[in-house]
């Protein structure tokens, strides 16, 4: 009887668990196929089966770890299928310095624009992830919701949506409204959401390249909960700068040791700076000169510190 009860565990743990009514404790080995198969997703695109292209290797000397003063609803300099990851914080059409003052309409279609654009630009498999905050109480515009619906239009897959807490520097204030009263409280958002997508497939081809990636970072970084502090517009130079630690986990997660990284709303380089960093390769877009000259120059400060490294492509 017990040597029948450990060929059962045996078979049990080679088969592995298969989708219950109450779910199961483990994700090892799970056979997740009546889940996908179910109505849910008859309707959706699902990631395809399609053969690798990169077309990195063509991009111009003059392209490559540049920071280009540029519309990045045109990246004509950039070839189909060369980039391997996408990082950007898109201007908050808040009527900031560098805001155009869109309306809803004009700010998607826009935000549209340079989407297909990268589309267009990143491998199979390519990854955007995109760092986001909702805006406004009257109403309050959830960005991050027509983000996602734009991605799907184009033909992006969802991959999963960060939350970035920012708790730990958003001080002891509260937004008012009625304060203390139910009449018309409000709710301080102390977070952002990172959206991430993947073009056509979910896997990025490794080839000959390698990881730089840590098992502790690994597994912090695939948790759906980041927190880490802002940044400081004042120290920075910019309206709306996003923390070192936010590219530098993305292009760590993401992409492997001389990837491409493109960010079409650079400002102020930090996501050009975490690339370099990390031994990646750049390419930035910004249609005002002042920012593209700011990223520049913190691009050369932080080179002066560190020993020369070569282009990665």
Not at 63 to 81: A, C, H, Q, T, Y
Request: hydrophobic share 35%; net charge positive; charged share 25%.
């Amino acid at each position: 009887m017990k040597e029948e009860r450990n060929n059962n565990t045996e078979k049990k743990s080679i088969i592995g668990t298969s989708t219950s009514s109450f779910g199961v404790s483990k994700r090892e080995n799970h056979d997740s196929s009546k889940f996908y198969n179910s109505n849910l997703y008859k309707e959706m695109i699902r990631p395809q089966k399609v053969q690798f292209v990169d077309n990195s290797n063509e991009i111009s000397k003059d392209v490559l770890n540049r920071i280009i003063l540029g519309n990045s609803e045109d990246m004509k300099e950039i070839p189909n299928n060369s980039v391997h990851l996408m990082i950007t914080s898109p201007p908050y059409n808040v009527s900031k310095e560098y805001d155009d003052d869109l309306t809803l309409t004009e700010y998607l279609t826009m935000l549209k624009n340079v989407f297909q654009e990268t589309w267009r630009v990143l491998v199979p498999g390519g990854r955007v992830a995109i760092n986001i905050a909702n805006i406004g109480r009257k109403p309050y515009i959830p960005l991050h919701a027509y983000i996602i619906e734009i991605m799907h239009s184009i033909g992006f897959h969802m991959r999963g949506e960060i939350i970035w807490n920012k708790g730990a520097s958003a001080g002891i204030s509260c937004a008012w409204g009625s304060f203390a009263s139910a009449s018309n409280p409000c709710i301080r958002d102390v977070h952002e959401y990172i959206l991430v997508f993947s073009k056509l497939t979910n896997k990025l081809e490794k080839g000959e390249k390698k990881t730089s990636i840590t098992n502790e970072d690994f597994v912090k970084c695939s948790k759906s909960v980041w927190q880490f502090s802002a940044a400081s517009a004042k120290r920075v130079g910019h309206p709306a700068p996003f923390p070192e630690e936010l590219p530098k986990r993305l292009i760590e997660f993401y992409s492997y040791i001389g990837d491409v990284i493109l960010d079409p709303f650079v400002g102020s380089g930090t996501t050009a700076i975490a690339a370099y960093q990390l031994k990646r390769n750049y390419i930035g877009y910004d249609i005002a000169e002042e920012y593209v000259k700011l990223a520049n120059k913190r691009l050369l400060e932080y080179k002066k510190t560190q020993k020369s490294i070569k282009d990665y492509v």
